[in-house]
């Protein structure tokens, strides 16, 4: 992935460019110390990530993130926890609280490169959904998905990924648009960022829904709707 970074302090930047280079995946081909030669930059040249810092002189982060085209990923890079919240408002990927750890920095790769390979795949279109199922349009073909076969789905900026038995969908619609149009009390809605099939769920705890091999976190605000709806009772 091209990536690059925005930050106006030179040891913050040279920072960045350490963590950045213990990762092949990331390709670093630019810095800059303010968002205006950031922005030429990006109107000839490839990027699929931007570190980005929030508190910048002149257009700050938080503004530049509006401008920044949807498919190019935004990881926002700070001293301040307050702007944790604004920030996802922006479809950033996540937020790094500086100094930044080797290994909370990996966490944050792993998790950029995963949704620049999925946003990579063919897209496919939510045509229609039923009661039982749902159609989606990919390949000039109608595809039948069986809510059955569905495991979870994820949001991912501007697209939910659907996750079956054996596939992942990518359709461009956003997490709480298809919650509204499946059935509610089938699919349960448990973090900003996940819905999980009932049918599907294994085991679960007060933090986390286990689905086959796959740990989906249940965000705070969450927990006192999915306790409710899936066992009829309050935490």
Same mark, same amino acid.
């Given at each position: 992935?091209?990536?690059? $970074?925005? *930050? *106006?302090?030179?040891?913050?930047?040279?920072?960045?460019? #350490?963590?950045?280079?213990?990762f092949? $995946?990331?390709?670093?081909?630019?810095?800059?110390?303010n968002?205006?030669?950031? *922005?030429?930059f990006?109107?000839d040249?490839?990027?699929?990530?931007?570190?980005?810092?929030?508190?910048?002189?002149g257009?700050?982060?938080?503004?530049?993130?509006?401008?920044?085209?949807p498919? =190019?990923?935004?990881?926002?890079?700070?001293? %301040?926890?307050? %702007?944790? $919240?604004?920030?996802y408002?922006?479809?950033?990927?996540? %937020?790094?609280?500086k100094?930044?750890?080797?290994?909370?920095?990996?966490?944050?790769?792993?998790k950029?490169?995963?949704?620049?390979?999925?946003?990579?795949?063919?897209k496919?279109?939510?045509?229609?959904?039923?009661?039982?199922?749902?159609?989606?349009?990919?390949?000039?073909?109608?595809?039948?998905?069986?809510?059955?076969?569905?495991? %979870?789905?994820?949001?991912?900026?501007?697209? $939910?990924?659907?996750?079956?038995?054996?596939?992942?969908?990518i359709?461009?619609?956003?997490?709480?648009? =298809?919650?509204?149009k499946?059935?509610?009390?089938?699919?349960?809605?448990v973090?900003?960022?996940y819905?999980?099939?009932?049918?599907?769920i294994?085991?679960?705890?007060?933090?986390?829904?286990f689905?086959?091999?796959? #740990?989906?976190?249940?965000?705070?605000?969450?927990q006192?709707?999915?306790f409710?709806q899936?066992?009829?009772?309050?935490l």
């Amino acid at each position: 992935m091209n990536c690059i $970074v925005i *930050d *106006d302090e030179p040891l913050a930047r040279v920072g960045m460019k #350490e963590l950045i280079s213990n990762f092949s $995946v990331l390709n670093q081909v630019g810095e800059f110390n303010n968002t205006s030669n950031a *922005d030429r930059f990006l109107n000839d040249n490839k990027v699929d990530l931007i570190f980005l810092d929030i508190e910048i002189p002149g257009v700050d982060g938080l503004e530049f993130a509006k401008t920044i085209a949807p498919e =190019i990923l935004i990881i926002f890079t700070t001293a %301040y926890k307050e %702007y944790a $919240v604004e920030s996802y408002a922006f479809n950033a990927i996540d %937020y790094l609280l500086k100094p930044i750890l080797l290994s909370r920095f990996e966490k944050s790769v792993t998790k950029a490169t995963k949704i620049h390979q999925l946003l990579s795949l063919k897209k496919s279109e939510v045509k229609n959904i039923t009661k039982e199922y749902v159609f989606i349009k990919a390949d000039r073909r109608y595809y039948k998905v069986l809510f059955q076969k569905i495991l %979870y789905i994820e949001g991912l900026k501007d697209y $939910v990924v659907i996750h079956t038995d054996n596939d992942k969908i990518i359709t461009a619609m956003n997490l709480k648009t =298809i919650h509204q149009k499946l059935p509610q009390d089938k699919f349960i809605r448990v973090s900003k960022s996940y819905i999980v099939n009932s049918i599907a769920i294994e085991s679960f705890d007060r933090h986390t829904v286990f689905i086959q091999k796959n #740990e989906i976190p249940i965000g705070s605000v969450y927990q006192e709707a999915f306790f409710k709806q899936y066992l009829g009772e309050t935490l």
